[in-house]
């Protein structure tokens, strides 16, 4: 919809290009100064095609497409990060049509199209953790990280999901509700299958075993409110078996061996994309972390693959989440001075230091260095002394300097960096050979005199900098010529070390590096020039003063420090040291029991044989109170329930419900639907309200997942709106009793 006033006015440029060219460059001049670059290119674009052969034209329509393409390319990024989508594709047709081979058209046609369905996944990924499905959700944003691993939308997304279910979870697993049913086992040295038949029977778990499961095996367990998933946990860790999900309800039973687990266990294969980190480095920590079976690396493009059970993978994935961060940087601010003063006084009278006295030829003028008596030669004596013969010496000199390096240094962490100002001397080296024919071979060698620095930052997490300083100040003091004609040269150098610690933004001064000298000359007559005060007026006294001092300032300023992830990435359940990532058979204390499986009930069951020797006073005493509790009164229909009395946020909550009356009651579980939510869809089901059907003498569970928003909250779940049916259709009163009230517990 954009493009056509731009082919409106690319129309009328091509109208009104009459004449020669210069008119549409100056035109197009004026378009650019006015910051309207698109009219600037239509008009250009129009006078090339009407003046093909013009370069001024072609280099002048160049240089505007080429500012135009680059404003394109900026807007495009800032659409992308604001999420208009369709703003984003209409400024990269513009781009196409200015710049059709522009290198970034095919990456932002796929990445306009990538960050669309980004988006829907997150609001979908949203939602889902909002139902309390925060596997879910958290699956959604690994596939937006895979494509997109600075995608902060996703990254909070993870972050969310991870916080707001348990440690230890079933991520990548679909329990159904009979995982979650409380269960009471009291079996001692009872066959394993036995076990399983009766565990099958009462929760509805579908249990298949290996052919090479050892059907002799005895089991001896007595667990008491914990919940099915938990049991089968236990008792397949204290057999040398293990499990794998068919479905939601139906269990592949296997032993542990590593022949039947490359038979059983489903493997995948996950391509990781490191931004930061050296896969090398990464290779050796998922190997001794993880214990991956097979890795492979690519270090030109920096990645890792690895093929492994879908526990372990999830478990590389966090590890290289905890390592794969940009590294800190910092700029430092360095400011080097010298600062130089140099004062030069001479003050005294400079008396003649030679007189002559002897004979003068006067036809030459000069004095002969000897003398013959009677030589013919006219001889004239005379004596001679300097002109003037006394010189009034009064001069001083004072010069100051200040050399000022302030160089600006950003820095990665643990790196290096070098700063030289100055200039490279040139030594010249040279070598003679004797042997045959003598040769000489001149080479030249170069010396660094000036100011060389050193550092080497260490970014702290609390924003402190520590820094290792090595400072250099050098300068020529002489030339010296060595044998054969070599030069070298004296150097004076002053030098320091050190390591400190600054603050963000804090400005450390180092100086005392002073070079002072104090110089006396006197010169004059001997003897006297030397007497104090009097001194000067038999020669003249100088003196020389030379200070030099260099002064350093340094500040450095954090531009990035290392962000540490979340907590749901840094602790991390390892499994155990064969099973690394798998999930921990240890019962979580939040356990509650909803409604006991006890030994004598599954005995009680047709087809069940009694699996107990010598039973507990515990079942006997549970008995006792289950027949001291009032009955039902004749003709009215009692509904017990129990609810879980506490759980964490993302965990599960068990309602338990008991008919003890001979009539069929249908009734509904009412709860706050902000902070509780069904873990799966069920049909007739709205938000805050569940129906249900109880058989008569009839038992049932239901699930309910804590939402994050229900963190240290306490919320109650109520049974109520009972309707009873006999079986000749009469409908007596029914009632509910239970305690429904659910504290919802505070991450520790």
Known sequence: MKTKPLTLVWMLAVAGLAGCANPALRTADDQVKANQLPLAWMTLEAAARQYPEDHEIRMAQIKVREQLATRLVLQIDGLRAAGRWDEARESVQRLREVDPKHPRLAWFDTELERGRQAEAKIVAGRALLKDGKADRAEALAREVLAESPQNGAARLLMSQAMQARPLEDTAGMTLGPAFQKPVTLEFRDAPLRQVFEALSRSSEVNFVFDRDVRPDARVTVFLRNVTLDEAMRVILGTQQLDRKLLNESSVLIYPATAAKQREHQELVTRTLYLTNADVKTVQGMVRTIAKVRDIHIDERLNLLVVRDTPEVVRLVEKLVASVDLPEPEVMLDVEVMELASDKVESLGLQWPTSAQIGFMDSSTGKYPDSVVLGHTSPLKFRASIANPAIVATMTGNASDANLLANPKIRVRNHDKAKVVIGEKVPVFTTTTNFSGQTSVAASVSYLDVGLKLEVEPSVQLDNDVIIKLNLEVSSLLNQVTGPGGTTAYQVGTRQSTTSL???????????????????????????????????????????????????????????????????????????????????????????????????????????????????????????????????????????????????????????????????????????????????????????????????????????????????????????????????????????????GLLTVEMPK
């Open 501 to 739: 610690r600054l603050n963000d933004g804090e400005t450390q001064v180092l100086a005392g590096l002073i070079n002072d000298e104090d110089r006396g000359t006197s010169n004059g007559i001997p003897g006297l020039s030397r007497l104090p005060l009097l001194g000067k007026l038999f020669g003249v006294q100088g003196t020389n003063r030379s200070k030099t001092e260099v002064v350093m300032l340094i500040t450095p300023h954090i531009v990035r420090n290392l962000v540490l992830p979340d907590s749901g990435v840094t602790r991390v359940a390892g499994g155990t040291d064969a099973s690394p990532g798998s999930f921990s058979s240890i019962i979580r204390p939040a356990a509650r029991v909803g409604g006991a499986l006890t030994a004598a009930q599954i005995a009680s069951r047709p087809g069940v044989p009694s699996l107990i020797e010598g039973a507990g006073s515990a079942s006997q005493q549970q008995q006792q109170q289950q027949q001291q509790q009032p009955s039902a009164m004749a003709g009215e229909a009692l509904v017990r329930y129990e609810v879980t009395p506490s759980t964490p946020a993302g965990g599960t909550v068990s309602v338990s419900l008991k008919n003890e009356s001979g009539f069929a009651v249908k009734g509904e579980i009412s709860y706050d639907a902000a902070k509780l939510q069904l873990p799966q869809i069920v049909p007739g089901a709205s938000p805050g309200l569940l129906p249900i059907e109880l058989p008569a003498r009839g038992e049932k569970v239901v699930v309910l997942r804590a939402l994050p928003a229900a963190n240290g909250q306490v919320t109650n779940i109520e049974v109520g709106n009972l309707v009873a049916t006999g079986p000749n259709g009469e409908q007596p009163a029914a009632r509910a009793e239970g305690v």
